[in-house]
Structures are given as C-alpha cells and as structure tokens.
Nanobody, 124 residues
C-alpha cells in the first residue's frame, strides 16, 4: 500500500521554526518525479508551498514562503523535509505532502498520492 505520512507539526510562536517530515512507505520517493508540500488554512483554498525533484533535487517555492522555507530530500530515509523558519501567523494551516509527476508544479491536480496532513499553528 502506498502511503505518505507527515509529522512534525505543532504550535510555534511567531518568528519561530519547525521542521516537517514526509515519509513514504510502500514505494520509494524516486518512483515519482516530484514531492510537494501543500497547505490549507480554514476557509481558504489549498496552496502549493514547495516541491522538490526526486531525481536531481531541484527545488521550487511559492513566493509567500521563499527565503523562509527550505525543502530537502533524504532518499536513504525515504523522507522529504520542510524546514520552516521565521514563521508568521498566516502560515497557520494543515500541511500535506504529495507525490506527483510534474517537476516544479505547485498545483495539487498534478499530484497523485497524498498524506493526511499535519497541523501547524503559529500563535503567541
């Protein structure tokens, strides 16, 4: 069974940091071309945050998180990470990872397999 499981969410103060992990089971991450992180806040549409090529490690970011978030991949651990720094209240959302075939895409429709998500709350 193909699964993606997110971990690392929680409550963090503004300006703080958190690292999310997305671990695959039942397949290796390089089976897909790209792994992405998405987020959805209450009452808002899902937003593509970042993605990484499983083959050459090329990274892509939404303007809203550029220079604050860093995506990385550890193929030995079959895990993709999202390091989030300088967090703002508007970063509060459920963060989900997904696997897909279109390198560089931050559109959810380009992704096949999805995790359940992990909540990140930025609040003082």
């Amino acid at each position: 069974q193909l699964r993606l499981v997110e971990s690392g969410g929680g409550v963090v103060q503004p300006g703080g940091s958190v690292r999310l992990a997305c671990t695959a089971s039942g397949f290796t991450l390089d089976y897909y071309f790209t792994i992405g992180w998405f987020r959805q806040a209450p009452g808002k549409e899902r937003e593509g945050v970042s993605c990484i090529s499983s083959s050459d490690g090329s990274t892509y970011y939404a303007d809203s998180v550029k220079d604050r978030f860093t995506i990385s991949i550890d193929n030995a651990k079959n895990t993709v990470y999202l390091q989030m720094n300088s967090l703002k209240p508007e970063d509060t959302a459920v963060y989900s990872c997904a696997a897909g075939w279109t390198v560089g895409s931050l559109y959810g429709a380009d992704y096949d397999s999805w995790g359940q998500g992990t909540q990140v709350t930025v609040s003082s």
